[in-house]
């Protein structure tokens, strides 16, 4: 089974910075590997597929790089609205998806 | 426009079978490349893919979860049904089910979900 190690397991930063999620991979994921944002109460949302492509009305601000097993969602200028829970998911394995196992954003 | 919708029962004896169903919209199990999922979610904890049908009747479960998990699919109710056996405390949870699309960039992720059914297993 693939494990999907995410970093930090909470990021604190204040509205306006920059944040810097890390996902990595016990092996490699080729660039089979998506971003999703949850906030309570709710379905995780697809932000970012295939490591570096923004799902349909994801704003500019989200991106994604790397490739292999080192993976990196980048937010810039934080908004209000994007404090929440950031999980990565491969599908490399395919069917036997694994999920990282979360990175909590939060409001310095 | 793709809509799911998870239904069963919100508390569940330790021990007992839970049977949950997912009801769907906006497309049909019977064609090639549709494939469905089930993806749980304890408590303030991560999210943990379960099992997969695709159109063709295939079925894939988690390693860890293979022995009680069943899978099936009513393609004429357009329904797909899990079922988990010996239930436990630690498999309180919400339950979620999402479509797959296989052949397709983004829908070979997790693109649509259902909002999610809370199991509690708890005496």
Known sequence: EIVLTQSPATLSLSPGERATLSCRASQSVSNYLAWYQQKPGQPPRLLIYDASNRASGIPARFSGSGSGTDFTLTINSLDPEDFAIYYCLQRSDWPRYTFGQGTKLEIK | ?123
Request: hydrophobic share 35%; aromatic share 10%; proline share 4%.
């Open chain 2, 1 to 123: 426009q793709v809509t799911l919708r998870e239904s069963g029962p919100a508390l569940v004896k330790p021990t007992h079978t839970l049977t949950l169903t997912c009801t769907f919209s906006g497309f049909s199990l019977s064609t090639g490349g549709v494939c469905m999922t089930w993806i749980r979610q304890p408590p303030g904890k991560a999210l943990e893919w379960l099992a997969l049908i695709d159109w063709d009747d295939d079925k894939y479960y988690s390693t860890s979860l293979k022995t009680r998990l069943t899978i099936s699919k009513d393609t004429s109710k357009s329904q797909v049904v899990l079922t988990m056996t010996s239930m436990d405390p630690v498999d309180t949870a919400t339950y979620y089910c999402a479509r797959i699309l296989r052949d397709d960039s983004i829908d070979n992720y997790f693109n649509y979900w259902g909002q999610g059914t809370l199991v509690t297993v708890s005496s």
